[in-house]
């Protein structure tokens, strides 16, 4: 944990130092929050973002492998009032503000599954691959205050292998109000025994040809979740980001032969620019 540790620092200190030095010109975001992509300047009508991430994170769920990966990040997004409909990658959604505290939102996207070539030391050898499947994700999140300082969060993602649900509560640092800052939550993740074996669970023919024992696990806890958000104007056009997720696993997950680690963690950092 002590890499994890020094990023997250190298991650909060800019945040601290750089809020007077941004040359952005103060536009409202429709909700000020450094984990909701907005890039519309407060401005009806059409925005669009591109980027880049660079992520370090576990090659699967529950794997004791890490790795880099580079991703496209940003969006095309359109707003109305109180509603950006968007395109990011594999989703397509809608967010709205009601009340000015509380945002609705609801995603159609993909689950990427996963690899018998995602583990490069074989360990998913026998397994067989789980093709991408579709997911629709449901969210609501009620603030404390107007400006977002501390907030609640619920959803739920629901799609061909199962369901999960997903509770938490977040707070927001920084006094801008255009999505810069830093955003820490804490969350704890519930799960239905379809989803819970989708990644965790070995069938009778995948524990013959792996050598694992089978496991079937049941619906109910996961985990719970640490989540860290930066995100940083260096003009008005270039805007740089920076996450760290850490999730550990609750025991019945430990039990299976799948989860080679106790936790999931990921680090990323990447800059988009604003059009």
Not at 55 to 71: C, H, K, L, N
Not at 127 to 134: I, M, N
Not at 213 to 240: A, E, K, M, P
């Amino acid at each position: 944990m002590k890499e994890f540790t020094v990023l997250l620092m190298a991650l909060c200190i800019p945040a601290l130092v750089a809020q007077s030095a941004i040359a952005q010109d103060g536009n409202t975001a429709l909700v000020p929050l450094p984990s909701l992509d907005d890039f519309t300047r407060g401005d009806d009508g059409w925005s669009f973002g591109l980027g880049l991430g660079v992520e370090y994170e576990s090659a699967y769920e529950g794997s004791d492998e890490f790795g880099f990966e580079v991703d496209p990040a940003g969006a095309v997004q359109w707003r109305r009032g109180d509603n950006i409909f968007y395109w990011a990658g594999e989703a397509l959604g809608w967010r709205g503000l009601r009340s000015d505290t509380w945002l609705f939102e609801a995603t159609v996207g993909f689950d990427e599954g996963r690899q018998e070539s995602d583990s490069d030391d074989g360990r998913l050898d026998g397994l067989g691959d789980a093709d991408e499947s579709f997911e629709l994700v449901l969210q609501a999140r009620r603030a404390f205050q107007a400006d977002w300082r501390n907030w609640l969060d619920g959803r739920v993602i629901t799609g061909e292998n199962g369901n999960l649900g997903i509770f938490g509560a977040g707070r927001r640092f920084g006094d801008r109000l255009d999505g810069s800052g830093s955003e820490l939550s804490v969350v704890a993740l519930f799960h239905d025994s379809d989803y819970a074996n989708k990644d965790f669970g070995i069938g009778p023919g995948q524990a013959v040809a792996s050598g694992l024992s089978q496991t079937d696990l049941s619906g109910g806890f996961r985990s719970v979740g640490l989540h860290y958000n930066y995100r940083q104007y260096i003009n008005r056009n270039w805007l740089i980001f920076g996450e760290v997720l850490y999730e550990r696993y609750g025991s019945d997950i430990k039990r299976s032969p799948i989860a080679r680690n106790n936790y999931e963690a990921e680090v990323g950092v990447g800059f988009i620019y604003v059009f």
